[in-house]
């Protein structure tokens, strides 16, 4: 009788285990603040940070109401612009609220920045004694602009509105 193979399933062992990194757990996860993207937005613009586990019914909800309403603010105005910014796995669900907006709401200029941000991630070993270790991530993220009033069409990650016919 000749010998079994190990079977595949057995050779696999998660890298965490061979590594010996399987007693550490993320403790926190800390942004760095980095510089705005975005040139030129009004002082009243609504900005709406989407994370990983945000609802997008609730985003849009919230800035499709504030957009529509005919309420003003205490200078007389209206909302006129509001700035979806995600990163990591945000990022999808950004372009994702972005994209339904601009066809709930008619007219929308766009500004589209991406860019790089760091992400501090404190790991602690749940070995007694042991220091804690700080990991720093980059990861991408994007800021849009979605403007009633026109912007600069010669800005870089401009897009004008869209016709009805292209909807």
């Known amino acids: 009788m000749e010998p079994q193979p190990p079977s595949f399933s057995q050779n696999l062992q998660p890298a965490s285990s ?3 990194q399987s007693h550490f757990r993320r403790v ?3 942004e760095e603040s980095s510089h705005y993207p975005i040139p030129s937005t009004a002082a009243d613009v609504l900005h709406m940070r989407v994370k990983e586990g945000s609802k997008i019914h609730n985003l849009l909800r919230l800035v499709t109401a504030r957009l529509q309403e005919e309420r003003r603010d205490s200078s007389g105005r209206s909302l006129r612009q509001v700035v979806f910014t995600g990163s990591g796995r945000g990022l999808t669900k950004t372009i994702t609220c972005v994209e339904i907006l601009k066809r709930k709401i008619g007219g929308l200029h ?3 920045k991406l860019y790089y941000k760091t992400v501090n ?3 602690e ?3 007694q004694g042991a ?3 700080t990991v720093p991530k980059t990861v991408p993220a994007i800021s849009i602009l979605l403007s009633k009033d026109p912007l600069d069409p010669q800005e870089p990650g401009y897009q004008p509105p869209e016709t009805q016919k292209s909807m």
Request: hydrophobic residues 40%; contains cysteine.
């Open 125 to 127: 070993n749940a070995q």
């Open 28 to 30: 926190s996860c800390t």
């Open 121 to 123: 991630e404190v790991w």
């Open 18 to 20: 061979k590594l010996g």
């Open 131 to 133: 220091p804690a270790v």
């Open 110 to 112: 766009q500004l589209n």
